[in-house]
């Protein structure tokens, strides 16, 4: 069992940056492929973002490649999402997820066992 809390969200205009982080607590952090979704209103929830176990293999949507980065401290068991150049579109509630199973990345939502409570980040226009 391992539990998730996200941080960093918040109001941003257009074309700034942001930082999520995500803590753990529970069984060891570095034995979970960590992922990043996120959900806007009225939508399906959608994947951002993935890291390896030791944080050397990451993936990205096509809609953050180049403005989103991923990157994990296993001492700290804790992973982040810089967000940079934001956009209105990337309003929608931010998820952290822990995978438990699979020795790779994956973008697939049900491929993750334990998620956080969420975090919100409105971009304005």
């Known amino acids: 069992q391992v539990q998730l809390v996200e941080s960093g969200g918040g109001l941003v205009q257009a074309g700034g940056s942001l930082r999520l982080s995500c803590a753990a607590s529970?069984?060891?952090?570095?034995?979970?492929?960590m992922g990043w979704f996120r959900q806007a209103p009225g939508k399906e929830r959608e994947f951002v973002a993935t890291i390896s176990r030791g944080g050397k293999n990451t993936g990205y949507a096509d809609s953050v490649k180049g403005r989103f980065t991923i990157s994990r401290d296993n001492a700290k068991s804790t992973v982040y999402l810089q967000m940079n150049s934001l956009k209105p579109e990337d309003t929608a509630v931010y998820y952290c997820?822990?995978?438990?199973?699979?020795?790779?990345?994956?973008?697939?939502?049900?491929?993750?066992?334990?998620w956080g409570q969420g975090t919100q980040v409105t971009v304005s226009s």
């Open positions: 997820a822990a995978d438990s199973q699979s020795p790779i990345i994956t973008p697939r939502g049900n491929s993750y066992d334990y």
């Open positions: 529970g069984r060891t952090f570095s034995s979970y492929v």
